[in-house]
């Protein structure tokens, strides 16, 4: 197959590509050139409906084809993500501005690894039996819940859009998915793959349009059972409230600003090399970057000049161009959000050690949204900066004397998605681990991931868990058999 990024992005319900019922588009921004390439649907609670009446006529069938089907189908989904990595790496990049080789090394190939996981982990998926001895056997039955919401985030588009929609199928649902607005193409493409791929009409449905206009009408339809959502804590909390009272099953994954912990006695140029891309990788838009970077004492001074001289070394260009390290960020709403963060950080007393200013890359990238990755040192844990969600190529610093001090400040913030911990010494990140309020917690690394663990954050980061069993245990409802011996 030929795929190829359209001037109209379209629909797909029931098998299908429509445009939106109400004819509404949106303009799709490349923010490295600020050219508006292509036209999104604006679409509403109509397409929705109908998007949920394609599902729910595609369940009884989806949700009894035997799982060896549905794994044959969720991987000729993965082959062809693989077949056609570079132009949905094209895509992704024109979408986000992130640099094409990162699209091509990192997103794209954990989106087929997200369809090809979830296609294996279901034919090995079991379920629980309970024995009350000679009086009784208990056996859970998981089934697939009905027809289901997903709806992602703009800053790993197709990863993360998958991330959901492949345990969701995998399981047994029907599908309702809607990608950010602000980055639809790598969806879009997608839906061209399931078709290619032979997966039934009806099964996933993928609807394009804004938050307010289109994903609160997934969360509202009635015929939607659980929704799976990535994005702000914003975002999170209204889903959650309309969700509730509809006794809907929610998996929220949200916002974050986590601590990068460094003691004195780290592998010192791991974590050198790695602070740098826990820092500012995908321009500081990663929910899981380490945007506050607490420093041991003793060695602040030391880290501090070598973390300023090597970001200062970061490439801030063209994302088409493998040179750049940094691309652009994701839109101007973005852009403005992010300079006005770091203006704040200055007028909170807080000192710009690198970075703070817009770049301008000449050619094709002159009128593109790039910022220089920036370095902000002298705020204490409790002001704005250090409390609210940036995301962006922005990181405060902050030093601590004691393993206490560090724990204070880390669990300071009212976010707890990860935490990255930086020692030679076991019992101390045992330690430290157990005590950091984070769903996710990184020793000597940063960004390792096996599908298998639970993923999710704690506090205002989310509540729910994706990933391995638990994303399959969330798209099944359990049942329990019990039989009289
Ligand atoms: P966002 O909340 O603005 O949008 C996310 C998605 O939700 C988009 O598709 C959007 O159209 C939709 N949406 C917005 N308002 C909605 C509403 N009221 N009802 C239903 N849908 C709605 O987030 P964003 O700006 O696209 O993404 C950045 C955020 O996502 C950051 O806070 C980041 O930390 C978070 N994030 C979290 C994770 C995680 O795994 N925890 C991963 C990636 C990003």
């Keep these: 197959m030929d795929l190829k990024a359209p001037s109209n992005i379209a629909n797909y319900i029931a098998g299908s590509l429509q445009a939106p019922l109400n004819g509404k588009y949106i303009d799709n921004v490349n923010p490295a050139s600020g050219e508006a390439y292509s036209q999104t649907p604006d679409s509403d609670s109509k397409d929705i409906d109908e998007a949920v009446g394609a599902a729910k006529a595609a369940f009884p069938l989806w949700s009894t084809t035997p799982a060896e089907e549905r794994f044959k189908i969720l991987n000729r989904i993965a082959q062809l993500i693989d077949d056609n990595l570079d132009a949905l790496a094209l895509a992704e990049t024109n979408d986000n501005g992130k640099p094409l080789w990162l699209s091509k090394r990192v997103d794209i190939p954990r989106a087929s690894s997200n369809f090809r996981f979830f296609a294996t982990g279901i034919m ?12 009784a056997i208990n056996y859970t039955l998981r089934q697939p819940i009905g027809v289901v919401g997903c709806i992602s985030p703009w800053n790993l588009p197709l990863y993360l859009f998958t991330w959901k929609i492949a345990p969701a199928l995998a399981a047994g649902n029907c599908v309702v998915a809607k990608p950010s607005e602000v980055t639809p193409m790598t969806a879009y493409l997608l839906s061209h793959i399931c078709i290619e791929a032979g997966l039934p009409a009806g099964v996933l449905n993928i609807v394009h349009g804004t938050g307010p206009g289109c994903g609160a009408a997934i969360t509202a339809h009635p015929g939607i059972k659980a929704i799976s959502f990535t994005g702000s804590t914003r975002a999170g909390r209204e889903i959650a409230a309309t969700a509730a009272p509809m006794f809907k099953k929610v998996s929220l994954e949200l916002g974050g600003k986590n601590p990068n912990i460094i003691f004195a006695d780290c592998d010192w140029d791991k974590m050198m090399r790695t602070t740098v891309q826990s820092s500012f990788s995908n321009q500081g838009q990663i ?19 070598e973390f300023i001289a090597r970001t200062k070394k970061l490439i801030v260009g063209d994302p088409l161009d493998d040179h750049s390290k940094q691309g652009a960020v994701v839109s101007k709403l973005h852009f403005d959000k992010v300079l006005g963060c770091i203006e704040l950080a200055k007028q ?48 405060t610093l902050q030093s601590f004397k004691t393993e206490d001090e560090a724990l204070q400040l880390a669990n300071a913030s009212d976010y707890g998605l990860s935490a990255t911990i930086w020692t030679q010494d076991v019992s101390r990140a045992n330690r430290v681990a157990a005590k950091v309020h984070s769903g996710i917690i990184w020793v000597n690394c940063w960004l390792l991931r096996d599908l298998r663990t639970p993923f999710g954050g704690f506090k205002n980061s989310g509540v729910g868990r994706e990933g391995g069993w638990e994303a399959l245990r969330f798209f099944t409802e359990p049942k329990n058999v019990c039989i009289e011996l």
Excluded: Q
């Design 124 to 135: 090995h998926f079991s379920t629980d039996s309970h024995s009350m001895e000679d009086k």
């Design 287 to 305: 929910c899981l970057c380490g945007s506050r970077v607490l420093v041991e004492e003793s060695i602040y001074e030391k880290f501090k000049a």
């Design 348 to 395: 909170e007393g807080g000192k710009i050690l690198a970075g703070g200013n817009v770049v301008k890359v000449p050619g094709r990238c002159e009128n593109g949204l790039f910022i220089e990755p920036t370095i902000i040192e002298g705020l204490g844990p409790n002001c704005r900066t250090n409390m609210e969600e940036i995301f962006g190529p922005v990181v």
